[in-house]
Nanobody, 124 residues
Framework: QVHLVESGGGLVQAGGSLRLSCAAS????????MGWFRQAPGKEREFVAA????????VYADSVKGRFTISRDNVKNTVYLQMVSLKPEDTADYYC?????????????????WGQGTQVTVSS
């Protein structure tokens, strides 16, 4: 069982930066792949980024590639999402998720545990 708590969301102007954090409980964090997803009002939850258990493999949605960076610290049981050059279309609730496999996927249904989300609003 993994309990996930996101933080770091807020209001930022277009072109600005934010870093989201996701703190995980449990002693097996380092064996889980982790992902970030987002959901804008009235839209489906969508994949943003994923990272393998060791941090050696990452994958990004095309819409955020080159602007967002996912990373993890297996000592602190935390996964991060560094977001730069933010755009109004990045506005959404951002969720971290854990998958009980070494490599993460891009599908919502592939993940086993979810946080409660943190809101990101990018003003134009």
């Amino acid at each position: 069982q993994v309990h996930l708590v996101e933080s770091g969301g807020g209001l930022v102007q277009a072109g600005g930066s934010l870093r989201l954090s996701c703190a995980a409980s449990g002693r097996t964090f380092s064996s889980y792949a982790m992902g970030w997803f987002r959901q804008a009002p009235g839209k489906e939850r969508e994949f943003v980024a994923a990272i393998s258990f060791s941090g050696g493999y990452t994958v990004y949605a095309d819409s955020v590639k080159g602007r967002f960076t996912i990373s993890r610290d297996n000592v602190k049981n935390t996964v991060y999402l560094q977001m730069v050059s933010l755009k109004p279309e990045d506005t959404a609730d951002y969720y971290c998720a854990a998958r009980e496999t070494p490599i993460g996927g891009v599908g919502v249904r592939e993940y086993d545990y979810w946080g409660q989300g943190t809101q990101v609003t990018v003003s134009s």
